[in-house]
């Protein structure tokens, strides 16, 4: 509910982690394609063997990849990363409260 509304009113989140029961409910609220990337260019080479992109799709468009973590999704917003220059190289939450 408070990332439609977040959504809704053109504040999307810098991160977003939703937990497998969830995604539907975004999708069908109609913001997946406001807030989540289109994965088709990265999930392309490996053809059918990504059958569980199923329930995180939106008109032929996959949003997520499945995951055995009780996070499905997390995301983050480049523009940010960029702004405030949190290298690449970071890997760990750790690291990224370093910077």
């Known amino acids: 509910r408070m990332i439609a509304q977040a959504v809704a009113d053109g504040d999307t989140p810098d991160l977003a982690g939703l937990i497998v029961d969830q995604f539907p409910r975004v999708m069908n609220a109609g913001i997946a394609e406001?807030?989540?990337v289109d994965l088709r260019d990265?999930?392309?080479p490996f053809g059918d063997d990504l059958l569980k992109l199923a329930p995180y799709t939106v008109g032929k468009v996959p949003y997520a990849l499945d995951s055995d973590n009780s996070i499905t999704v997390l995301y983050y917003r480049q523009d940010l990363?960029?702004?405030y220059k949190v290298p690449e190289a970071v890997e760990t939450?750790?690291?990224f409260?370093?910077?």
Do not use: A, G, Y
């Open 93 to 95: 939450w750790e690291e």
């Open 81 to 83: 990363f960029d702004k």
């Open 34 to 36: 406001n807030l989540f």
């Open 97 to 99: 409260l370093e910077h």
């Open 42 to 44: 990265t999930v392309r």
